[in-house]
């Protein structure tokens, strides 16, 4: 009903034939000025104002907000589909900070629906929405895959040629290609890092102190924070460890200078900011500083911009394991744009402050340059020693 009422007060003809029928119709409209009915929606009730989307505005011709964001939506469901053939739903609205909660999220794509923007294959759980704009592709690929018994590969594209297909040769030959064409240019991106977990030690007191609940297992504490767009989570053991995790794949830092190192520093700080004020060790008596918590592991990624629309398509998903060292190479979606990420896990077993261990990372060489220049150090300490046993032994032969 109360859509019906919005609707009604954006058309100003309607509007105005509505109150030309109650005044023509009862005496006391016309008589009573209190009883007029309202007119250019001043003292509009504000559930029809919130319905409407509009309000004191200089510019009543102003859309409502969910049609500024119906096209960052179709923007969304079309490079999703593009990278990994599936549609977009709730948990897609969320994570790109369309909608703040599961309800609105479920209003908005509901209403893309009815609007025509989107549109749904078959029922599902959860349901799966797909761009309007692409609609005779998706259904005509739907229909190959239902028709031929083809799935739908790694890749998100039903339809795809098997290994006896005439065509399966060029594309693997195109995706060689292009995978070739993204490793020659790693060289010259810059350097990112996520996925930070670090280590330190506090008083014992300050695990029994805080008011969360144990794990069942090993009577860990878990508390967790969103800083920015980043979320980090706090776990306190019995002993007095504290790890803390920094979740920021889609937000990563960048290394490559100084003032990089910097920004990590200071984001740094406000996680220690956060967890000073949950212990209330505000004179920071049992939390140490920051350049000596040791950072235990990392992802290191280099992130190539590629073509949103066949991106996935021709680029594999690889992952590899040597050496206890794990590489991962796919394709990611941010903020609408589709890259494929080069991307190392590192495991530091020794305990390196996380200054000292950044440093490393950005000057992989040094550590080595150091380590050589201590052997030929003692090499030449040896060299040095036989000499003067030599010498010992010529003087004792005379």
């Keep these: 009903m109360i859509d019906n009422i919005s609707a009604d007060t954006n058309n100003p003809v309607a509007f105005e034939d509505d109150q030309h029928t109650n005044r023509g119709t009862n005496n006391e409209f016309h008589g009573n000025?209190?009883?007029?009915?309202?007119?250019?929606?001043?003292n509009l009730p504000i559930g029809i104002l919130g319905q409407s989307g509009q309000g004191y505005h200089s510019d009543q011709r102003k859309r409502p907000r969910r049609y500024t964001r119906a096209e960052r939506i179709e923007t969304l469901a079309v490079c999703k589909y593009r990278v990994n053939g599936d549609g977009i739903g709730i948990t897609d609205l969320l994570s790109e900070g369309l909608v703040s909660k599961k309800e609105q999220a479920q209003v908005t794509l509901k209403y893309c629906l009815e609007r025509n923007i989107l549109f749904t294959l078959r029922r599902r759980r959860p349901q799966k929405y797909y761009p309007v704009c692409l609609k005779s592709e998706i259904i005509k690929r739907n229909i190959q895959k239902e028709a031929t018994g083809v799935s739908n590969t790694s890749h998100g594209l039903s339809g795809s040629p098997s290994v006896n297909h005439p065509l399966w040769n060029a594309l693997q030959h195109q995706k060689a290609q292009s995978f070739l064409e993204i490793l020659t240019t790693l060289a010259y991106l810059p350097l990112y890092i996520h996925k930070l977990q670090l280590v330190?030690?506090?008083?014992?007191?300050?695990?029994s102190d805080l008011s969360r609940e144990e794990r069942p297992i090993n009577r860990a504490k878990i508390h967790e924070e969103h800083i920015g767009r980043r979320y980090v989570k706090y776990t306190f053991s019995p002993?007095?460890?504290?790890?803390?995790?920094?979740a920021t794949t889609d937000t990563p830092f960048k290394l490559e200078t100084e003032e990089d190192e910097s920004v990590i520093f200071s984001f740094l700080g406000q996680v220690k900011d956060r967890l000073i004020y949950l212990l209330k060790d505000i004179r920071e008596r049992s939390i140490p500083p920051i350049m000596e918590w040791i950072l235990k592991s990392c992802d290191l990624n280099k992130d190539v911009g590629i073509n949103v629309y066949t991106g996935q398509f021709v680029l594999p998903d690889i992952q590899l394991k040597h050496a206890d060292r794990v590489f991962r190479l796919y394709v990611k979606l941010l903020k609408g744009k589709a890259y494929y990420r080069v991307e190392e896990s590192l495991s530091l077993e020794s305990n390196i402050p996380v200054i000292e261990a950044l440093d490393n990372i950005r000057h992989p060489y040094k550590s080595i340059e150091a380590k050589l220049d201590k052997l030929m150090n003692l090499v030449k300490n040896f060299d040095i020693c036989m000499q003067e046993q030599d010498r010992q032994k010529r003087e004792r032969g005379q």
């Design 33 to 42: 000025r209190q009883n007029t009915p309202i007119a250019n929606l001043q």
């Design 200 to 207: 330190f030690a506090i008083d014992k007191q300050y695990y």
């Design 239 to 246: 002993r007095g460890t504290v790890e803390v995790a920094v």
